[in-house]
Structures are given as structure tokens and as C-alpha cells.
């Protein structure tokens, strides 16, 4: 198998895992503005009359900051999956090249 095919099926191969870790990534962002809100509504209930008062609490909920551990995860996975989808499109684009370069050269001496 050359490297251009082994680019191309790696690609084939991991767009799912993109594709997962992309809808885990937007589930955990936005799911950070519900546990906030959830998070303010109990401090609201234990006597935090004010919003801001309520958002100090929520942000420094170990909940909240797990959560953030969750998002960096997140991130951290789908940042991974694509630089490696990067680095196969850029070998392909350099195979691809190589060949071109090749075709050119074997037309030269003909």
C-alpha cells in the first residue's frame, strides 16, 4: 500500500472519530450554560439573593469545575483527531505532488 492510499483511508477511517469528538465537544460547551443555570437555582434556594452572588457560587462548584475538566478532555480530543486529519491531507497533497513531479521527469526523457 502506498502512503497516498494509507492517507486516504486514514482519513476514510477517522472522519467518524472527528465527527464524534466535534458533537462531544458542542454537547459539553453548550450543556456549561445548563449546569450554570441548575447550579444558580440551588445556591438561589440556599439563600444567594443575588444573581451575581449565585454565579460566584456556580463557577466555584466542584460540579462546575469538573465539568471544565470535561470540556478541556473535549477539546483536547477533538484537537487531536483533526491535526491528524490535517497531517493526512498534507501527505496526500505531498504524494500527489510527487507524483506530478515524477510524471514530469519520465515525459522529459522520452
Do not use: C
Amino acid at each position: 500500500m502506498s502512503k497516498l492510499d494509507a492517507a486516504v483511508d486514514y482519513l476514510r477511517d477517522h472522519a467518524g472519530d472527528y465527527a464524534v469528538a466535534e458533537g462531544q465537544l458542542v454537547f459539553i460547551s453548550e450543556y456549561r450554560k445548563t449546569l450554570k443555570a441548575t447550579l444558580m437555582k440551588e445556591y438561589e434556594l440556599e439563600g444567594h439573593k443575588t444573581a451575581a452572588a449565585q454565579e460566584v457560587q456556580a463557577y466555584a462548584d466542584p460540579r462546575y469545575i469538573e465539568h471544565l475538566k470535561a470540556l478541556q478532555a473535549a477539546t483536547e480530543a477533538r484537537e487531536r483527531t483533526r491535526w491528524l486529519m490535517v497531517a493526512a491531507q498534507a501527505r496526500i497533497e505531498s504524494e500527489k505532488a510527487q507524483i506530478y513531479a515524477n510524471n514530469r521527469t519520465d515525459k522529459a526523457f522520452r
